[in-house]
C-alpha cells in the first residue's frame, strides 16, 4: 500500500501501471557460461561473522561473466576522467501518477518543458533548472517470519497525506500513545509494508529520474536504512533472483532492472536522438572502492581523486562498460551483483557488507533546429547503502565487526553532511565530504547540480524502534537539501549554441524592424533628405551591411576537429557582430524617422494652429457676420 502527500484515495488498487513493469520485458539473449564464471559459488553466506565474496578471482583485468562479453565492447579505463558518485531524485510520470507527484514534477520543472539557457555572456556550459528539494519517501518493509514468531508488533501507523506516525518507545516496551512521545513524519511519498515493487517503479518518482537522466541531468537513486530494512530487496529484489539465469518475469525485480526496462523503453521512442549507454558498478568496502565489473582476485582498491575539470570526485581507473542492449546493461546488474561483498549476521542473513553504486551514463546527440547538433552527458546512479547497525543487535564479531565500524562510520559522515546541506546557515560552511569515500562520491548528488531521490527504507518492527526513529529523522533532514539541477555540456557547443541562438532572435529583430522600416517608407513617398538616408540604410541592410555572412555545412559539425570548430566559432562571432551592427543601423535609421516624424508633426500643429488663426481672423470680417 502506498501512503501519499496527497488526498488521492486507493492508489494502491488502481496500481497506476504502466507498460513498462519487469513483466513486459523481453527475454534475455541466449549466454554461453564463460570459463570464470563456472563454478563460482551462490551468493550463500557463512556462519554469523563471515563475509563472503562471489568472485572467481581468475583473471584481474577482465570480467569474468559471459553476460560481460555478450554485446558489450569494453572500455579501457581512462585516467583522469572516469566519474562515478552522482546526484538525482524525482517523480514518476506514468499516466496514473497521483496527483501529488504530478504538481512536484512541475515544481522542479518536468525534463519535456525544460528550456536549456546557455549563458551567452559567458558560453557557459550549463543548463539549469530552478532550485529544488529532494525528494525522499520511505519504504516500511513487512514483518518478517521472526519478527512475526516473537510477537513483535508494529510501531508505525500510516494516516496518509504522506505522513508516518513513530509510536511512543516507553520504558518496559509498553505500547503508549503518549501524545509527547508520538512522532509524525511527512515525505513525499509512503510505501506501507504492502507495497509492491512495481508500485515503488510508479510512485517513488524513479521514472522522472530516467527522463531527467535521458536529458542530460546527473540524477540519484539511493536507498538508506538500518540493516535488515529491505534497502537492497528494493534496489534489486532478493538475492536469489541472480542465481542462475533471471526470470524477466519475477515480480520480486527490484527498481534498478525495472528502471532499465524503463530506461530502453523510453530510448526506443526517441527516433530524434542518438544513445550510447555505458554502465559501471562499484563497491565502497571498508573505504576501499572495488570495481565490481573487473574485481581482480586481489580485489585491489581503486583511488578517488578530484578533477579539476569536472569540479568534483571521481575513480580512477573504474571500467564502463558499453551497453548496447537492455540485456547488457542487466548483466551488468547481474555481474555487481555476484561480485558485492555479503555476509550474515544476527539480523541479515544476506547482508550488504558495502555500498555499492551502480551508474548508467547516457550520452545523447541530437540535432537542433539549427542544425547543430547538441551532446549531453546524463547519468543516473543507483546507490544501495549499506545498512547501520548496533553491532550489539546484529551479534558481529570479527571482520563483520570491521566491516559494521566501517559501515557505520561512513554513514556517520554522510549524516553530518545531510544534516549540515539541509541547515540553511552551515549550508554554505564547509561540508565534510572529504571525510569518507562514499560522501566524496556523493557529494554531487546530495548538493550539486544533481536531481536526488532518497529512499529510506524502515522496519515496523517495535524493537527496532530506535533506528526506524534515525532512520525518519534523517529522512527529514535530507528532505530538506536543495540542489540546482543542471545539464551540463560541452562548452563549444554550448558557446555554438548560444551564438545561434543569439543570431535567430538578432534576425527576428532585424526582419521586424526592416518591415517596420519599409512600411514607413511605403507610407511616406515624398523624396526628401530623411528618405534618402532610410533608402541608404536599407540598401546597407539587405545588401548585408557590407559584411559576409558565413556559409557553414552544419551536417559536418560532429566531424570537425578543435580548430575547424573554433574557426566555425568564430565565423558564427562575426555573423552574429554583423547582425549586431545592422541592427544598430536600424534604430539609427529609426530614430531619425522618429525625430523627422516629430519635426513634421510640430510643423503640422504650427500650421494647424495658423490657420485656425487665419480662420478666425477672416470670420471677424466675413460678409456673413457683417449681416448679423
Ligand atoms: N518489502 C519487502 N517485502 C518482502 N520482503 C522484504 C521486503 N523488504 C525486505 N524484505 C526481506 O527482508 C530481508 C532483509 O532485506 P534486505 O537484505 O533488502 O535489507 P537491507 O536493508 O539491504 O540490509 P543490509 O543493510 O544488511 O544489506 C530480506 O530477506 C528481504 O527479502
Known sequence: MVRRASSVPHLNSSGGSSADSAGTSGSRRGRAPVAGSRGRKTPSTTSTGQSQRQSSGSSSSMPRSRSLTNGMRRLSPQKGTGSSGGTGGGGGSSRNTPYFLRSRENEIGSADTLEIVASKSTGSEECSTPEDNINVVVRVRPLNDKEKRDRHGSTLQFPGNGQVILEGNDVGQKRSHNRDSVRVFTYNVVFEPGATQEDILDYSGIKRIIEMGIEGFSCTAFCYGQTGSGKTHTLTGPPDLFV????????????IFRSFLYLFQLIKNRKDVNYVLKASFMEIYNERVIDLLNPGSARK?????????????FVENLFTVDCEELDDLLAVLEEGMRNRAVGSHAMNDHSSRSHTILTVHILSDQQTDGGVFLSKHGKINFVDLAGSELTKKTMSEGKTLEEANNINKSLMVLGYCISSLSDSKKRTGHIPYRDSQLTKLLADSLAGNGVTLMIACVSPAHYNHAETLNTLRYASRAKRIRTKPVIKMD?????????KRDIHALQMENDHLKAALNLHHQAAPNGGPVENLLELQLDRVSSGGGVPVPKVDLQRLPELDGSELAELVKLYMVENESLRQENNHLFTVRETILRDQEIVCRENERLLKKLEDVNKTGSLFSPISDSF
Open 491 to 499: 562548452p563549444r557547443e554550448a558557446l555554438i549554441l548560444s551564438l
Open 301 to 313: 582498491p581503486l583511488a578517488v581523486r578530484w578533477s579539476k575539470k569536472s569540479g568534483g570526485f
Open 244 to 255: 542462475g539465469k533471471p526470470n524477466p518475469k519475477d515480480p520480486r525485480h527490484g527498481l
